[in-house]
């Protein structure tokens, strides 16, 4: 009986760890065969006969049969007086087999054993949960919340396999309670103490990427390729897609009829924004397009330094800059060019608002300005500096700075 026990206990570790067959044979062989070596001195005239679907194994034991005056080695010889009281018909010279049963080892023995085996399999369970999230890396995985801590959420796939979302790779309006189902991307595989350390990521581009997937067949297709994802998680994110298919637009069958198939992807994401670029190879197209929803003017690139002067309408400007500075940000990173954004007024243009220019000229000269009637640039610029001087409280020196900025505005 101990014996078959002891095989159900290698069938339960094989159903739950999921160790393949051939593995878990390989495994149990190694085992024994290191325990008949620490009893008998070899394990080489031993057969190991296993069968784990019955759940039972055999140990057979190989011996040469000598002359009783020439046994040196009892381990690997039998005499031939002991070998002819299970058969009389054996001779000097002829293999002798017999049957180990694990009760010839000992409790003690069999209890090392058991221990060895569950050391083993547990190391190469954990080896295999290694090599498997190894090849996943970019993948989006599911799974379940188990515990929520300061720094980190431990996760549980479908096989119980622990993932850790540091609190970094979450998406700062994410809320999640031990329970919740959530969907992340593999993003790192370590090894940490022999055991695997599975790091999932909800702010990392690759997450995005492949929600975009999954929910564009085009992408998942190949016919629609992602070139560049940069995105602020919880904030913002643009997504430069290009198509080898002049019959499909690619913007639009990532946002998909009324935005239905790109909704699913903000709602995944705390509502996100998210702009989806059709790429190009123009380079000044391409910064145009990064920068929507703000209408250019005109484009100065310096391709050496990687500059980009961008020309707009003042009423533009604050679209091209956007929220917190976050569209112009994106908009560099996704193109690789440093993006400088000036205001352009044309000759026809009509005159700009003194608080225009709140971001280059102090507040408290701006008031004093307007208090002698110069609430516009082109109002200033019709005085001279002497005129200005007279009227106003400002210094001369600060009247020649403003009039600096503001002709800049016009040249």
Sequence with gaps: MENVNLIDTFSEFKELKNIDRVTMMSVLEDVFRSMLAKKFGTAENFDIIINIDKGDFEIWRNRIVVDDEELEDPYTE?????????????????????????????????????????????????????????????????????QVWKRE??????????????????????YFRKGDNLRAAVIKVDM??????????????????????????????????IKKIVRVPGERAKVAVESYDERIDPVGACVGMKGSRIHGIVREL??????????????????QRALSPAKITSIKLDEEEMRANVFLKPDQVSLAIGKGG???KLASQLTGFEIDVYR?????????????????????????????????????????????????????????????ILKSEFE
Excluded: H
């Design 153 to 174: 959420i431990l996760v549980l796939d479908d096989e119980g396999n622990e993932l850790i979302l540091p609190k970094q790779e979450q998406i700062p309006s994410d």
């Design 270 to 287: 705390k509502n996100e924004n998210i702009d989806v670029i059709n790429y190009t190879n123009n380079i000044q197209l391409y910064i």
């Design 344 to 404: 352009e007024m044309e000759e026809d243009d009509e005159d700009v608002d003194i608080e225009e220019f709140a971001d280059e000229i102090e507040s408290w000269i701006i008031d004093e300005l307007k208090a002698v009637g110069c609430d516009t640039a082109k109002s200033v610029l019709e005085l001279s500096v002497e005129d200005l001087v007279k009227r106003s409280d400002l210094e001369e020196e600060t009247i020649i700075e403003v009039t600096k």
């Design 326 to 328: 976050l569209n112009i």
């Design 78 to 146: 039998i005499s031939l007086s002991e070998a002819t009281k299970i058969d009389e018909d054996y001779e000097p010279g002829e293999e002798f087999t017999d049957e180990v049963k694990l009760e010839d080892f000992g409790r003690r023995m069999v209890l090392a054993l058991r221990q060895n085996l569950t050391a083993r399999i547990l190391e190469l369970e954990k080896d295999n949960i290694y090599a498997k999230y190894k090849d996943r890396i970019g993948e989006i995985i599911t799974g379940e919340v188990y």
């Design 192 to 225: 940490r103490n022999n055991n695997p350390l599975i790091v999932i990521s909800r702010t990392s581009p690759v997450f995005l990427e492949r929600l975009f997937e999954l929910e564009v067949p085009e992408i998942f297709d190949g016919l629609i390729t």
